[in-house]
């Protein structure tokens, strides 16, 4: 591999590995050589930013376009659809470097000690023998929620790493990714294991496996071999061009890509019903039992500033038998009131609320999850991707615009995932009957039917 030869640059081999950055978020001095040597360098790109094609202005990180309107004092382009990872002017290069560090062959990276069912096995070795056969560069694993899929990546990856491959694992939410680094890391713990994401503040180590949300890959430039999208329809990945755009470009040329949902977007759906897109369906959890099937109860929420009679028995007969609930609202500002009223009905609970923006987010889930509150009210950012043992999920105002029939079904699946605690109870609490409650319940139902209940 032709590289600068200057021993700084060799020490920050592993900073561009794999990555497209900012020259200006570069160490000064490592910008300062990258500028001076930019025609001597072979493997090496320093683009600009921003550049004109077509008779369009086209931002390099994202592939959106600039239009003319995003104009700064200075008179430089800059990208608005970027902007999160740091902004990206005409002014400025990008630095992009394809992978090319070889990373150890093993005789098997996979350290799990658990075991897969044999439902799980056959579609982890079906998905695995298309990819090892270069059959299709891109599959789905459509799963029920509780089914265990990330479980069933594990020989996936395993098999990628043993080869001396690199692995992403991506999902849009941060409270994904932050469940699945420890499960990951403990599965390959002789392999490199990194965790990408807006809150982390850790050093990037050019690792072999890489869990990160959707956003980050926008800071790679063909580095995997392998790249699983976990929660493929949920906000803020699907109906995102650039996020997809920015996994095409993080995989390289011959690369494969994995999809995992457990309600998949109508658009993959159909690439499937047309033979474009291998679909792999698992309609059973890991430990056999049913989805819960939610009940539905009609009413209102508030009579002034206290819960109705009718929500104040449900929740004092769930804490009579002391069980812990996670309570979902449509709203951020719903918080605060319903959090009142529900200290009032319940005085001696122990209970958070949480949102997305919440500087102490991670904390209280991890409060919650080890049994320290009682009761943890949430927006619809634990929708999906996290997992609670024994306890019951109250969705109020499940008729609200803010809830769709695929986000209901993923809140259900919150409940009874645990193999000792499958007995979890949900309850859609609703001030009138909807058509998406009526899907997602029908779903639900059907779910359960092709898994043999």
Same mark, same amino acid.
């Given at each position: $591999?032709?590289?600068?030869?200057?021993?700084?640059?060799?020490q920050e081999r592993t900073l561009f590995n794999g990555r497209q950055l900012l020259l200006s978020q570069l160490p000064d001095e490592v910008a300062t050589i990258l500028l001076e040597q930019r025609q001597q360098l072979c493997h090496l790109?320093?683009?600009?930013?921003?550049?004109?094609?077509?008779?369009?202005?086209?931002?390099?990180?994202?592939?959106?376009?600039?239009?003319? *309107?995003?104009i700064l004092p200075s008179g430089y382009y800059?990208?608005?659809? *970027?902007?999160? $990872?740091?902004?990206?002017?005409s002014r400025d290069y990008l630095v992009r470097l394809k992978q090319h560090f070889e990373y150890p062959h093993q005789v098997n990276s996979l350290t799990w000690t658990g075991q897969l069912t044999s439902a799980q096995t056959q579609?982890?070795?079906?998905?695995?023998?298309?990819?090892?056969?270069?059959?299709?560069?891109?599959?789905?694993?459509?799963?029920?929620?509780?089914?265990?899929?990330?479980? $069933?990546?594990?020989?996936?990856?395993?098999a990628f790493l043993?080869?001396?491959?690199?692995?992403?694992f991506v999902s849009p939410r941060v409270d994904v990714c932050n469940e699945l680094f420890p499960r990951v890391k403990a599965a390959f713990n002789k392999s490199s294991v990194g965790l990408l994401h807006g809150q982390v503040h850790d050093r990037y180590q050019n690792e072999q496996l890489i869990i990160a949300t959707v956003h980050q890959l926008l800071r790679f430039y063909q580095a995997f071999d392998l790249l699983i999208v976990d929660e493929v329809d949920a906000f803020p990945y699907v109906g995102d061009p650039m996020l997809q755009r920015a996994v095409a470009s993080a995989i390289k040329p011959q690369g494969q890509?994995?999809?995992?949902?457990?309600?998949?977007?109508?658009?993959?759906?159909?690439?499937?019903?047309?033979?474009?897109l291998p679909l792999h369906y698992l309609a059973r959890r890991f430990h056999g039992r049913a989805l819960p099937i939610p009940q539905l109860i009609l009413g209102r929420i508030f009579n002034g500033e206290q819960f109705t009679s009718k929500l104040q028995t449900l929740l004092q007969s769930w804490a009579a038998q002391h069980r812990r609930f996670?309570?979902?609202?449509?709203?951020?500002?719903?918080?605060?009131?319903?959090?009142?009223a529900l200290q009032q009905c319940l005085p001696e609970i122990v209970m958070a609320t949480v949102y997305a923006a919440d500087e102490h987010r991670l904390?209280?889930?991890?409060?919650?999850?080890?049994?320290?509150?009682?009761?943890?009210?949430?927006?619809?950012?634990?929708?999906?991707?996290?997992?609670?043992?024994?306890?019951?999920?109250l969705i109020l105002a499940a008729n609200h615009r803010n809830y769709t029939a695929a986000s209901l079904v993923q809140i259900a699946g919150r409940a009874g995932r645990a193999a000792n605690f499958t007995n979890g109870r949900v309850v859609f609490y609703s001030e009138y009957y909807t058509l998406k409650i009526r899907r997602a319940v029908k779903m639900i139902h059907h779910l359960n039917r092709q898994g043999g209940f």
């Amino acid at each position: $591999m032709v590289f600068v030869e200057q021993d700084l640059i060799q020490q920050e081999r592993t900073l561009f590995n794999g990555r497209q950055l900012l020259l200006s978020q570069l160490p000064d001095e490592v910008a300062t050589i990258l500028l001076e040597q930019r025609q001597q360098l072979c493997h090496l790109e320093l683009i600009l930013a921003i550049q004109d094609e077509h008779g369009q202005k086209i931002c390099q990180r994202c592939g959106s376009i600039v239009p003319i *309107c995003q104009i700064l004092p200075s008179g430089y382009y800059y990208c608005r659809q *970027c902007l999160v $990872m740091g902004r990206v002017t005409s002014r400025d290069y990008l630095v992009r470097l394809k992978q090319h560090f070889e990373y150890p062959h093993q005789v098997n990276s996979l350290t799990w000690t658990g075991q897969l069912t044999s439902a799980q096995t056959q579609v982890a070795n079906h998905i695995l023998q298309q990819f090892e056969q270069q059959k299709r560069p891109e599959q789905l694993l459509w799963a029920v929620t509780g089914a265990g899929k990330t479980e $069933m990546t594990f020989p996936i990856i395993a098999a990628f790493l043993n080869r001396g491959q690199r692995v992403g694992f991506v999902s849009p939410r941060v409270d994904v990714c932050n469940e699945l680094f420890p499960r990951v890391k403990a599965a390959f713990n002789k392999s490199s294991v990194g965790l990408l994401h807006g809150q982390v503040h850790d050093r990037y180590q050019n690792e072999q496996l890489i869990i990160a949300t959707v956003h980050q890959l926008l800071r790679f430039y063909q580095a995997f071999d392998l790249l699983i999208v976990d929660e493929v329809d949920a906000f803020p990945y699907v109906g995102d061009p650039m996020l997809q755009r920015a996994v095409a470009s993080a995989i390289k040329p011959q690369g494969q890509r994995l999809y995992l949902s457990a309600t998949p977007p109508a658009s993959l759906l159909l690439a499937a019903r047309q033979n474009q897109l291998p679909l792999h369906y698992l309609a059973r959890r890991f430990h056999g039992r049913a989805l819960p099937i939610p009940q539905l109860i009609l009413g209102r929420i508030f009579n002034g500033e206290q819960f109705t009679s009718k929500l104040q028995t449900l929740l004092q007969s769930w804490a009579a038998q002391h069980r812990r609930f996670l309570i979902f609202l449509p709203e951020i500002s719903d918080l605060k009131l319903t959090a009142q009223a529900l200290q009032q009905c319940l005085p001696e609970i122990v209970m958070a609320t949480v949102y997305a923006a919440d500087e102490h987010r991670l904390t209280k889930v991890q409060d919650f999850r080890e049994g320290r509150l009682d009761v943890l009210l949430t927006t619809t950012i634990l929708e999906r991707g996290v997992t609670f043992s024994d306890i019951d999920v109250l969705i109020l105002a499940a008729n609200h615009r803010n809830y769709t029939a695929a986000s209901l079904v993923q809140i259900a699946g919150r409940a009874g995932r645990a193999a000792n605690f499958t007995n979890g109870r949900v309850v859609f609490y609703s001030e009138y009957y909807t058509l998406k409650i009526r899907r997602a319940v029908k779903m639900i139902h059907h779910l359960n039917r092709q898994g043999g209940f």
